[in-house]
């Protein structure tokens, strides 16, 4: 299928104008079929708001539950809520990681970037140099975006291809190889090349792909369809309240005047007499009442809603009167695609310090990447407690490093060790008067 496709071209033949072309127009007509859907139903854009308006006697609710967004924001708070923190026992690769995702505000793009992947199944990361001569981090969303690999068993990244539009509706653009970008405009199915191009440094395209899983789904796409069922559902039942509201009344018997109709209404009172032996009647015409089967189809979608995502419902009753062990267990399921999803991301990460290393700019050993390490903490209810007796049963049998990694409470293990270092140093508590008794001078 189109939708979840990878682009592809020869490892030995360069890009030819018609080719970007062809890929350009495919990723918009993708845009146009999927990724829009995608980012409407997490902007609370869903299909109910766009069905045909009923006729004016009748009762016309759109009610939408954002489900989307709320799957997706519970999902990625549990897999990168806390942020991800990455170690090194080289000081110098350490302190150069940490200086370029302090620039970048790394741990706000990296929620970012997950977020775009669990909308769009997929999004990208991109890497420059700018004008202050700084290695710069950004994400982009599939729909600005996208990458073209090559036809080799590896499927290696040949190119990187981001555009935008301007207030002429002009596209303009960019595409970078392993050495340089190009530059370009995209205009009534014409595609020109800037004559300045720009080297990068980086060794290889200076941009990575991240995923959601292998097929690129998002992760609430497979339950959109019951999601529209379920506010088209709320909205008829909205329609039904209103409906009962506004009922008509049904006079059986004498014919009534208007002035009697208007007594009715304002007076609250109502008196039928018999006419020729047949009693006269009243009551108000109503449609047989589906609420017991709009509630079960309503209890049910929600349910699947969230079963196909494998994400828990932390607002549901059952959920809330868990135990904290009990609550862990019942998070399984969303464990196991938050695991899928962080080696993606690892592999993600990889990628991008292999590049980051690699810049002239960084004054790095272009290998040293393969020296750092990802600690994903996953957002589990927490117990400091528990946490603080664990660590200290296993104290003597793993280093202080593993065991600060260990506790939620410890956003830098490095940092925390040179504390801890601090404390033990008795000069550290040396005081000024004891400093002064020890002067030879005196």
């Known amino acids: 299928m189109i939708e979840y496709s990878v682009f592809r071209i020869s490892a030995e033949a360069d890009i030819t104008k018609e080719e970007l072309s062809s890929f350009i127009s495919k990723n ?8 829009i859907k995608l980012k409407n139903a997490y902007c609370n854009r869903y299909d109910i708001f766009h069905l045909p308006k009923k006729p004016d006697y009748k009762p016309d609710n759109r009610l939408s539950v954002n489900f989307a967004k709320y799957i997706t924001d519970v999902f ?6 806390i942020p991800v923190k990455v170690q090194c026992d080289d000081p110098d690769a350490a302190e150069f990681v940490k200086m370029t995702e302090l620039y970048n505000n790394q741990e706000d793009q990296n929620a970012e970037l997950s977020k775009l992947c669990s909308i769009y199944g997929r999004a990208y990361e991109h890497y420059y140099v700018n004008s202050e001569n700084r290695l710069c981090i950004t994400y982009l969303p599939p729909t600005q975006a996208f990458m073209i690999y090559d036809d080799t068993v590896r499927q290696n990244e040949k190119y990187f291809v981001r555009y935008y539009f301007d207030a002429d509706d002009v596209m303009h653009g960019c595409i970078s190889d392993s050495s340089r970008h190009r530059y370009f405009t995209y205009e009534g199915g014409t595609l020109k ?3 300045k191009e720009k080297k990068h440094g980086f ?9 959601e899983n292998a097929e690129r789904i998002g992760l609430y796409e497979s339950a959109l369809s019951m999601m529209n069922e379920y506010n088209k559902a709320l909205s008829e039942k909205a329609n039904d309240v209103d409906y009962f509201a506004d009922a008509y009344m049904k006079v059986r ?4 005047k208007k002035e009697d109709v208007a007594n009715i209404r304002d007076n609250r009172i ?14 108000f015409l109503s449609k047989p009442n589906a609420d017991t089967a709009q509630e079960n189809l309503l209890n049910r979608l929600e349910r699947l809603i969230f079963v196909t995502c494998m994400v828990a419902n932390i607002n549901d009753e059952n959920f809330d009167a868990a135990s904290g062990q009990a609550m862990r267990y019942r998070l399984t399921i969303m464990n196991d695609l938050a695991g899928t999803k962080q080696r993606k991301f690892t592999a993600g990460f990889n990628k991008r310090y292999k590049l980051l290393f690699s810049n002239p700019i960084s004054k ?9 390490r990802y600690a994903f903490t996953f957002n589990f209810p927490v117990n400091l407690t528990e946490e603080a007796e664990v660590a200290s049963k296993l104290k003597g049998i793993v280093s202080d490093k593993t065991l ?4 939620s409470q410890v956003k830098d293990v490095d940092e925390e060790l040179k504390r801890m270092k601090e404390d033990t140093d008795p000069l550290t508590y040396q005081t000024d008067y004891q400093t002064a008794r020890v002067t030879p001078n005196e």
């Open 28 to 35: 918009i007509q993708i845009s146009t079929k999927r990724y």
């Open 193 to 195: 090349y800037a004559e």
């Open 253 to 256: 018997g004498p014919n009534m």
């Open 404 to 407: 600060l990694s260990g506790l």
């Open 203 to 211: 060794d290889g395209v200076p941009a990575v792909e991240y995923f």
């Open 270 to 283: 109502i008196n039928i007499p018999s006419e020729d032996g047949v009693l006269g009647d009243a009551d």
């Open 364 to 372: 790095m050993v272009k290998d040293d990447w393969m020296k750092l």
């Open 76 to 81: 990625n708070g549990f897999f990168i809520g």
